[in-house]
């Protein structure tokens, strides 16, 4: 069907950037939106940007100015630019992507990644 990998992720120290990449496999014809959510220890996963297709760009608020999110020529990639990293950005990063049309006429909704972990050290 469709799978969504991200990579990138790794140790950076504060004030640092580092740049994720999610890529999406299966017979994918579109994606409409892709995006970027994050889960800290004890707390529940949020939102930190998401992108369409149509290059409209929503951040969370505290990301803004920080992170660029970012889609690839082809269809089924998205990044995620992260820069001047603080240790509130250390999380498990996950790539989402949603309205997803394969071939054959199907689509699917609200497909994660498997999650890539960014620390950020001091």
């Known amino acids: 069907q469709v799978q969504l990998v991200e990579s990138g992720g790794g140790y950076v120290q504060a004030g640092g950037s580092l740049k994720l990449s999610c890529i999406a496999s299966?017979?994918?014809?579109?994606?409409?939106?892709m995006g970027w959510y994050r889960q800290a220890p004890g707390s529940q996963r949020e939102l930190v940007a998401t992108?369409?297709?149509?290059?409209?760009?929503l951040y969370a608020d505290s990301v803004k100015g920080r992170f660029t999110i970012s889609r690839g020529n082809a269809e089924n990639t998205v990044y995620l630019q992260m820069g001047s990293l603080k240790s509130e950005d250390d999380a498990v990063y996950y790539c989402?992507?949603?309205?997803?049309?394969?071939?054959?006429?199907?689509?699917?909704?609200?497909?994660w990644g498997q999650g890539t972990r960014v620390t950020v050290s001091s």
């Open positions: 299966g017979d994918i014809v579109r994606i409409d939106v």
């Open positions: 989402w992507a949603n309205e997803i049309y394969i071939k054959s006429h199907y689509s699917f909704d609200n497909v």
């Open positions: 992108m369409t297709r149509g290059d409209n760009t």
